[in-house]
């Protein structure tokens, strides 16, 4: 309802777009199960009362006699029309249910007299008198037609059960991998729709962005081995917008939207200069409604389009929760492979905003079946990793780091080429080859991890190997397992709280996997379990290069000379652990 009221659609859109041809029908049985809306839980009463609440003109909203079917198809007939050019519109329709919400479902919160009294006004009942007075019908006609519902009902029923002709079950006893392999479609599709040109409003090259790319360095670090300045370096910013434009110059159906990702360019800039090129009805402001965003995005898919939607701090991930957990995830395989979900939802991980925007979900995410999981924090894996993604058909989550957005390409000597790529999704990517110790980053750790590195190297000629993870799900161990092979050793980390994290669980596979070639159990290195602080504190917070080091120190190779910065001892793990910190 939200979405689709969005005064954009009318003001902005277009005016062949009107209003949202959409009919919200709210079969108002008039009672929950845990609390009842009239009386109890909600105090609007009519539910056609929400319209007033959205929209100058209250959706059109209607209350109707859901136990009258003249009254129901009276009014769908007068809104037909309406939906069309003035939508939404919003029907209340009253009816009543006999039986409890479920099962389990007592009926307590109403009497058998109120349920008796109903029952006397039954719509079928009712509805089959006054076609029989009125000629219409026969009593001997309507009788047949019950009878042959219930005897379809009932062969349905049968037909549902029956391990020959439904084998639901059976399914994994021959085929193991069956649910596994309708998860992920793992297509690659250019455009959703080939009959049709995309609606742009620039040619490509005059857009205001491609002309600022033209004038950048795609290289991070330069001949004499300096940073190139944030000025005029091509940053990750630009690595993720680059294939989202242009796939809006290739596919019809692709657009994007989440909080203030227009005018203003999005909240770090990623987006910035796709106004003049993109038009409203293609890439647009959302109202700040987690669920929604990601909701709609689930909707379009479903109907055949691509979508790009951002959530604009991942801390506000439970807000889409549902949507984004059982929706998003979901549907691909709930349909046997039917419907695709090509949405990729863009999601920013913080830093100095504190307890309430600078944290790091990803594991959440991970968790779920069905998703496909990035975090890149590099301009090269950022514009292959989201190449894949925008080119694919499965849910892909991109975690961005806020740390990183204006970072240049500092490990592909080459720097990031202007040309399309890709970098499968799901392998991990060696950044300096070592052969003493393995460090595993995720995220902007990246960047600490070699900090840490070059200490090791510099002052006590220690040579650590550093693996970019750039994937959360899927995940290739190969490489992992091949570095460890060598170094006997490694360290896991990133800027999520460490218990329960995706660290955790790299480290648990990483010991099952490569435990002959471990000369010490994998260590993690993650953020403390505590609730963030301020910017200004953030130091004791996150990992620092400090921290890695000194987890080597204590727990894989003990440095001669060295003195840890912080107590990680095992002691110090498990006084932490006893007092939920």
């Not at 990623?270 to 995005?297: D, K, L, M, Q």
């Amino acid at each position: 309802m939200v979405f689709s009221t969005m005064d954009q659609i009318r003001d902005l859109w277009g005016d062949e777009f009107g209003g949202m041809p959409i009919l919200f029908n709210i079969w108002n049985n008039s009672y929950a199960m845990g609390g009842q809306p009239v009386g109890e839980t909600m105090g609007m009463h009519d539910h056609a009362r929400i319209g007033a609440g959205l929209m100058p003109n209250e959706l059109h909203a209607e209350k109707i006699d859901g136990y009258n079917p003249l009254a129901v198809l009276d009014a769908y007939r007068r809104k037909k029309n309406v939906v069309k050019e003035d939508g939404p519109v919003l029907f209340d329709i009253v009816t009543y249910r006999y039986s409890g919400h479920s099962p389990s479902d007592a009926s307590t919160y109403r009497t058998k007299e109120e349920i008796e009294d109903w029952q006397t006004q039954d719509s079928i009942e009712a509805y089959g008198k006054q076609l029989v007075s009125a000629r219409c019908a026969t009593k001997k006609a309507l009788e047949e037609i019950k009878a042959e519902v219930a005897e379809d009902m009932h062969r349905n029923m049968k037909l549902a059960i029956d391990p020959e002709i439904s084998p639901r079950v059976a399914v994994l006893t021959t085929e193991p991998n069956a649910i596994a392999d309708l998860m992920f479609s793992n297509q690659e599709v250019r455009s959703f729709d080939t009959t049709r040109e995309p609606e742009v409003t620039l040619p490509y090259e005059e857009g205001p962005r491609p002309q600022m790319w033209a004038k950048k360095i795609r290289q991070g670090i330069d001949e004499k081995g300096n940073l190139v300045s944030k000025n005029r370096v091509y940053q990750i910013r630009d690595a993720l917008a680059e294939p989202i434009l242009k796939k809006f110059y290739e596919d019809p159906t692709l657009v994007a939207f989440g909080e203030d990702v227009r005018d203003w360019g999005g909240a770090y800039a990623v987006y910035r200069g796709f106004t003049e090129a993109i038009p409203y009805h293609r890439f647009f402001n959302s109202p700040i409604s987690e669920a929604a965003i990601i909701g709609a995005g689930v909707g379009y898919a479903m109907s055949g389009g691509r979508a790009v939607v951002e959530l604009m701090y991942a801390d506000f991930l439970g807000r889409s929760g549902d949507e984004l957990f059982n929706q998003l995830s979901k549907w691909q395989s709930m349909s046997a492979g039917v419907l695709k979900m090509p949405v990729v939802v863009r999601m920013s991980v913080g830093s100095k905003y504190g307890a309430q925007h600078s944290q790091d979900w990803s594991a959440l995410c991970a968790h779920i079946p069905g998703l496909k999981v990035v975090f890149p924090a590099t301009p090269y894996d950022c514009k292959g990793l989201m190449q894949s993604a925008i080119n694919g058909t499965d849910p892909v989550i991109f975690f961005e780091s806020q740390r990183v957005y204006d970072y240049g390409e500092r490990f592909h000597k080459e720097g990031v080429p202007e040309e399309e790529y890709e970098i499968p999704i799901g392998e991990p990517d060696v950044k300096r080859e070592g052969t003493d110790v393995t460090i595993l980053s995720i995220g902007a750790t990246l960047y600490r991890a070699v900090e840490a590195a070059d200490i090791l190297q510099e002052k006590y000629g220690i040579s650590a190997e550093i693996i970019d993870a750039r994937s959360l799900v899927p995940f290739n161990y190969e490489k992992v397992i091949e570095s460890v092979k060598k170094t006997g050793r490694i360290i896991v980390t990133g800027d999520a709280c460490e218990r329960n994290s995706f660290m955790r669980h790299l480290a648990s596979n990483i010991t099952e996997m490569a435990f002959d070639y471990l000369d010490a159990p994998p260590v993690v290195v993650g953020a403390k379990d505590w609730i963030t602080p301020a910017h200004e504190l953030e130091e004791c917070f996150f990992p620092q290069p400090s921290w890695i080091i000194d987890a080597i120190h204590e727990r894989l190779l003990p440095i001669p000379g060295y003195t840890c910065s912080h107590n990680c001892t095992v002691l110090e793990q498990i006084r932490e652990n006893k007092a939920g910190v």
